[in-house]
């Protein structure tokens, strides 16, 4: 695809060089002539006229009599132009960046949305950008605008939320096949902002609420089984040994003597006294 557009555009200049060389007539030869005398008779005050000086970031195409001179932009530095049958315009090549306005936007499933965006792009072809179209930036500006509400029209509102890359990457293709007749290349799209109205926000607020409870009760839920299943194990251990319950019991009371630093009152098990009582009897 980037080979057929730069066909194109190369069969576009070639157009104009073959325009350029069918040449101006003979009035337009007249009145360079002219237009040459007029300067070789003021001169060295024309010479001030003549010379124009083009930055490094820029190109200018020269217009003579209506026809662009030797079919290419000419800069940077020094260029020569007749004051009376040439005219010029500068042409910026440098990256250039403007933000997209908030645009309001129906989504695929009828959410209304504000998206604003910001595009960066520069110029490739200074006579494509100047004899292609009128305001090159003007029509840039309305193409993405038009382009960033005609895609997420399509989308719904998570793809929005999610996908905000692959979204500007297709703004980006369609942007890019669309200006390259123009001399344009968009080398990036970025998605900056997505607002909602307060009523979507809270009813997604509530919804993510009701999630985090209900995966809270699972958890929750889980952790209780769990501990069930540990206390089974451990009672079927106990039961094994009558002794166990005891050390258990005992290991508790110890336990809650170190935590709280007061007197503590408990029932001694019968089991243990049966064993005293044994003893006296024997005695």
Avoid at 60 to 87: E, H, M, Y
Avoid at 93 to 122: C, M, W
Wanted: hydrophobic content about 45%; charged content about 20%; overall charge neutral.
């Amino acid at each position: 695809m980037e080979a057929e557009r730069a066909k194109k555009v190369k069969q576009s200049e070639e157009h104009l060089i073959e325009a350029v060389k069918e040449g101006i007539g003979v009035c337009g030869w007249i009145l360079l002539i002219m237009s040459g005398l007029l300067v070789f008779i003021t001169f060295p005050i024309s010479v001030w006229f003549c010379i124009k000086v083009v930055k490094e970031y820029e190109r200018a195409v020269v217009f003579r009599l209506g026809r662009i001179v030797s079919g290419k932009a000419r800069g940077p530095g020094l260029i020569l132009i007749l004051p009376c049958t040439d005219t010029f315009v500068k042409v910026d090549l440098r990256t250039i960046s403007f933000a997209i306005p908030a645009q309001e936007i129906l989504t695929k499933d009828s959410v209304t949305v504000h998206v604003d965006g910001v595009v960066f792009y520069n110029i490739f072809s200074a006579i494509s950008a100047v004899a292609n179209i009128s305001n090159v930036y003007m029509a840039t500006h309305q193409l993405a605008q038009t382009t960033l509400r005609n895609v997420l029209g399509t989308q719904n509102l998570s793809n929005i939320l999610s996908n905000r890359e692959e979204i500007a990457h297709s703004i980006q293709s369609i942007l890019a096949q669309a200006t390259h007749d123009w001399g344009v290349k968009v080398d990036r799209v970025e998605i900056r902002d997505v607002r909602l109205p307060m009523q979507m926000q809270r009813a997604m607020a509530a919804e993510a609420e009701a999630t985090r409870e209900a995966r809270a009760k699972v958890i929750s839920a889980e952790g209780e089984m769990n501990a069930s299943r540990a206390l089974k194990e451990a009672s079927l251990v106990i039961s094994e040994s009558p002794a166990a319950l005891q050390l258990r019991y005992l290991q508790t009371l110890a336990t809650v003597a170190t935590e709280n630093n007061s007197t503590i009152i408990f029932p001694l098990p019968i089991d243990m006294l049966q064993g005293f009582a044994h003893a006296r009897k024997q005695a």
